[in-house]
């Protein structure tokens, strides 16, 4: 296609740069492009090179500017008849609508072909193949304006622009819209994301212009009746779960939420729920469901929709007051309850009047009086409440339980006692002159190996650990003496600095009260250091006792997974001596009392896949705590199980490391029993860090003093061993696992077997 620029020289315009990631997608529209004949190579001396705009669908549009060629272009002048006579000619037409005819027709055509016109992509030049029809120029600025006519060739079914065919569904769209409404805002784009996820305002937008667009076209097939026609559409186009409402449904919907009485939502409910569907009805009213709806509709068959019925009043006394007025009888007598000498406290009664009492102090754990009262009904044939109401009224019935108090050190109360008194010389250091945060630095330093020593350290400790801080058996040896000495097989290459830290308290307070001590007083001096070497010889004590608790509880482990039928666990302790206890305790017997010995055994086996645990406690008369007391209790303890399990032929012993266990003579009479034939024959003896390893033990000797001490709260004296045998056996002895009493009288005078 060839167009006149007269004597002008040919016109080359810069070639802009394309971005990287662009040139992929150019290189492929260009090659479609060239198979569809659209363009082909060329070599004139024009080049117009192309621009990159994003169409609405995030794709890319190419662009050319042709304004310094139509700059230069000769004009020439070509009748063209007006549109609008034509449209008004065809109006009424039957195979050609309007809209149809302007978008095919009413462009100029040309008579020859003319020089085609040429764009540039990547240093390459390409010209147009054929112009089909080419629209009219807009202005000096806008797009370019080919001139000439088309050649004769060129048929009617070729009359489409390329152009036209390039536009996007958005531009037809708009181009429509606009022809048939010159009032239409043009659409700026269309909905590329799913509508329930796109925001309020986009979906606003959207919903304006979609209804914008059917009343126009509304407007066109009725004018002047759109309000009638336009719910009529909107009905027709409505899914086929649509629920069409009554005028009042809103309105009790309402009245139905709002209540909050049962019979008056299912009152409400019976107008309408035979008018629709279950389904329908649930989507209605949120949260019905359809034992409702069948209520509903039961009510308005047999009372009529929206009736209300009356209904009896039943009384219902399920608690009768004369039982309730013996139980509380049997709860207030002097043998459970006594009134303190000192305070009263108020009840306040239904009716709102106040009484005032004295305090009571009950002296019977709620469960035992509970108990107790089922054995008095049962006695006098009552017929009691249940238990559940009878712990009801004793938890309504406001009084004091009397209770008892006792304390216990151990071991790792030095240590602990060690990081207090660290802390304190780090604060006293403070007041001579020590920065306030080195101060808070060795403080916050000093709190985390106590948290770590108290609950992370036996967690990092095992038995084999590549980590040098964490390996008990690299740890506890010994390489002066052979016997105590284990050689683990792995190398020692990773290091714990939570755990390194511990060893490191002493030095780091030492080291702060060398920076300051000429500034502290000689006599503060000696004090200080003094505390300085004791904290870290308590501290250390502390960090072995943990990794030898964690190495010893190996033993108790390895055999308890590897426990067979015929073999039996037995850890052993002499708890801490009982203290006899009066109920009324003057102040001359509070002094001078003399403990009462007891010793605990407990016995695992498993019979099956299950462990079962028996427990046999010796409380003593007479005598010392010794190896000798301790070996006539094993051999009762052997003799006992030996007798409710004739299958045991071997024991595992486990204790701590006391005198009477840890013993020569002990040893000797244990191997003196294995070389008689002893029925059940002693294979090991393990023990245990002081202090530790006895759980179980320690477990049972704590739910045995608490009996105890539940006994004596309700008015019985513990003085003596046969009173601590009658407290343990009272209410039907301890709960939980088989336990066994043995009152040993004059041990003394027995003899080792």
């Known amino acids: 296609m060839y167009t006149n620029t007269g004597d002008s020289s040919p016109i080359k315009l810069r070639p802009y740069r394309l971005p990287i990631h662009k040139r992929d997608d150019v290189d492929r529209q260009v090659q479609n492009m060239l198979k569809q004949g659209l363009i082909s190579p060329s070599n004139n001396p024009y080049s117009f090179p192309i621009i990159l705009t994003m169409k609405p669908d995030n794709s890319d ?94 048929t009617d079914s070729q009359t489409s622009d390329w152009f036209h065919d390039q536009l996007t569904a958005r531009d037809k769209f708009n181009q429509a819209m606009h022809t048939i409404s010159k009032e239409f805002t043009p659409l700026r784009s269309q ?16 919903l304006s212009k979609a209804v914008e667009s059917i009343n126009i076209v509304v407007s066109y097939i009725a004018p002047g009746q759109e309000d009638k026609i336009l719910p009529d559409v909107c009905l027709k186009l409505a899914p086929a779960n649509y629920i069409e409402k009554d005028t009042l449904i809103d309105e009790r919907i309402v009245a139905y939420i709002a209540s909050n009485h049962s019979d008056i939502q299912i009152q409400i409910l019976s107008i309408f729920a035979n008018k629709y569907t279950k389904e329908e009805l649930k989507k209605l009213v949120p949260g019905l469901t359809i034992s409702k709806i069948d209520r509903a509709r039961k009510h308005a068959t047999l ?22 007025a013996h139980f509380l009888d049997f709860l ?98 403070n007041t001579f002159g020590l920065d306030t945060t080195s101060t808070k630095e060795v403080t916050l330093f000093l709190y985390r190996t106590n948290q770590h020593l108290k609950f992370d350290i036996k967690g990092h400790t095992a038995f084999q650990s590549d980590v040098v801080n964490h390996c008990s058996t690299y740890a506890l040896s010994d390489n002066k003496e052979n016997d105590f000495y284990g050689e683990c097989q792995h190398e020692h290459d990773n290091s714990c600095s939570v755990c390194s830290a511990v060893l490191q308290c002493e030095s780091k307070v030492t080291d702060l009260y060398k920076e300051i001590q000429d500034n502290i007083p000689s006599e503060q001096k000696e004090e200080i250091e003094h505390d300085l070497e004791m904290s870290g010889k308590q501290i250390t004590a502390w ?16 055999i308890l997974s590897n426990l067979k039928p015929n073999e039996v666990l037995v850890i052993m302790d002499l708890a801490m001596k009982f203290i006899p206890f009066l109920h009324r305790e003057k102040q001359a017997d509070f002094l001078g009392k003399k403990g009462m ?34 070996a006539n209790i094993l051999s009762d303890v052997m003799v006992a199980l030996k007798k409710q399990n004739p299958m045991l032929t071997c024991t595992f ?19 003196a029993q294995n070389l008689k034939g002893a029925p059940i024959q002693i294979k090991q003896y393990n023990f245990s860090e002081a202090q530790s390893g006895k759980d179980l033990c ?15 709260d309700e008015g019985h004296d513990v003085t003596s061993p046969f009173d601590m045998k009658q407290a343990l056996e009272s209410y039907g002895g301890l709960r939980g696992h088989s336990h066994q009493l043995f009152l040993s009288i004059n041990i003394w005078n027995l003899k080792c077997p």
């Open 61 to 154: 549009r190419f662009v050319i500017d042709y304004r310094q060629f139509n700059a230069v272009t000769k004009g020439d002048s070509y009748p063209i008849a007006r549109i609008d006579d034509s449209l008004y000619a065809l109006s009424g037409s039957v195979f050609m609508s309007t809209v149809i005819w302007l978008a095919v027709t009413g462009k100029p055509r040309y008579t020859h072909i003319v020089e085609r016109k040429l764009l540039s992509v990547r240093a390459k030049v390409f010209e147009h193949e054929e112009y089909k029809s080419v629209e009219g120029s807009q202005d000096s600025q806008g797009a370019s304006t080919i001139q000439g006519t088309p050649s004769s060739q060129v």
């Open 191 to 206: 909905l590329s994301h799913d509508w329930d996820i796109i925001e309020r305002r986009t979906k606003n937008y959207y």
């Open 303 to 324: 009372c009529g929709p929206g009736d209300v019925v009356k209904k009896e009043e039943i009384h219902r006394d399920r608690l009768t007051r004369a039982k309730i």
């Open 332 to 429: 207030s007598s002097p043998a459970y309850c006594q009134i303190v000498g000192f305070g009263s406290k108020i009840i306040k009664l239904s009716n709102g009047a106040e009484i005032k009492i004295p305090k009571v102090v009950r002296t019977v754990m709620a469960s035992r009086v509970i108990q107790l009262y089922d054995i008095f009904c049962k006695s006098t044939d009552f017929s009691s409440l249940r238990r559940s109401s009878l712990y009801k009224i004793v938890k309504l019935c406001a009084s004091s339980q009397k209770t008892s108090l006792q304390g216990l050190a151990n071991t790792i109360a030095d240590g602990m006692k060690g990081i207090d008194t660290l802390e304190r010389i780090v604060r006293k250091l």
């Open 543 to 558: 960090h072995s006792h943990c990794i030898r608790t964690v190495h010893q509880d190996k033993a108790k482990q390895d």
């Open 597 to 630: 010995s007891w010793h605990f055994a407990c016995a695992v086996t498993k019979p099956k896949d299950q462990l079962e645990l028996k427990c046999f406690i010796h409380i003593l008369d007479d005598g010392v705590q010794g190896w000798f007391t301790v």
């Open 653 to 671: 012993l486990k204790s701590d490391n006391a005198g009477c266990y840890h013993c020569g003579s002990l040893l000797a009479f244990i191997q």
């Open 698 to 712: 320690d477990s049972k000797t704590s739910h045995s003093k608490l009996h105890i001490l539940r006994y004596a």
